[in-house]
């Protein structure tokens, strides 16, 4: 499959490049895609949530009332989760959330989530470019350039560019990553994908280990 390189500008500049049929054109696994998906959200949580339960209450642990006679439940202590103020019963605990996926697996769920954009025609590949200063002004001009400024974009950088990164670092719907950073998530929850010519050499390289 071939794409047209285009400048920052949005013009074409008359050259093509070829994406790699073993990366951008294999039968997508919507399976690996899920699991790779639900690692990658499942890493997000913390795992910090704590509730604490009736033996960490503070307060008296003294009889409250008398076993009989009351006509009411019997109580031993004001910390009974029945109470107000009580401790919780089965309350959340601090845990891991980690989930181990192999890496063949995971390979094969970012070529999936890059067929799918290949597939789709959602794959902008620019040649190399960088900024002077790091301005958002020079980023949203170069999404007006390339007329994906109303949508989620995920620029894919040959190498970490400081400057590009901080311009886009303000714009809701714009992310910028260098190819080690490239993940399933968020090549399936851009719109557009933006390659850099230098990045597609590395992302073949990257998946084909």
């Known amino acids: 499959m071939k794409v047209s390189v285009l400048s920052s500008n949005g013009e074409d500049t008359g050259r ?49 009332k008398k076993q009989k006679g009351t006509g009411t439940a019997r109580a031993g202590s004001i910390k009974s989760p029945v109470f107000r103020g009580g401790g919780r019963v089965f309350g959340p605990r601090p845990r891991n959330y980690t989930i181990k996926l192999n890496k063949k697996l995971k390979d094969v769920a970012r070529k999936s989530a890059l067929s799918y954009k290949a597939n789709d025609k959602e794959i902008s590949v620019l040649e190399d470019f960088s900024f002077d200063a ?22 894919v950088l040959s190498q970490d560019d400081k400057n590009v990164v901080l311009s886009s670092r303000n714009l809701k719907n714009a992310s910028v990553t260098t190819v080690d950073g490239i993940n399933t998530y968020d090549l399936l929850k851009a719109d557009r994908l933006l390659l850099c010519e230098g990045a597609i050499e ?3 390289n990257l998946l084909s280990k």
């Open 134 to 155: 790091p301005k958002t002004k020079s980023y949203t001009g170069l999404l007006t350039n390339l007329s994906v400024s109303d949508k989620k974009t995920l620029l």
């Open 202 to 204: 590395k992302i073949v």
């Open 16 to 64: 093509k490049v070829e994406l790699s049929k073993d990366i951008f054109g294999i039968e997508p696994n919507d399976h690996a895609i899920y699991l790779d998906v639900k690692q990658y959200l499942a890493h997000q949580r913390q795992g910090t949530h704590k509730s604490k339960e009736r033996a960490e209450i503070t307060g008296s642990t003294r009889k409250i």
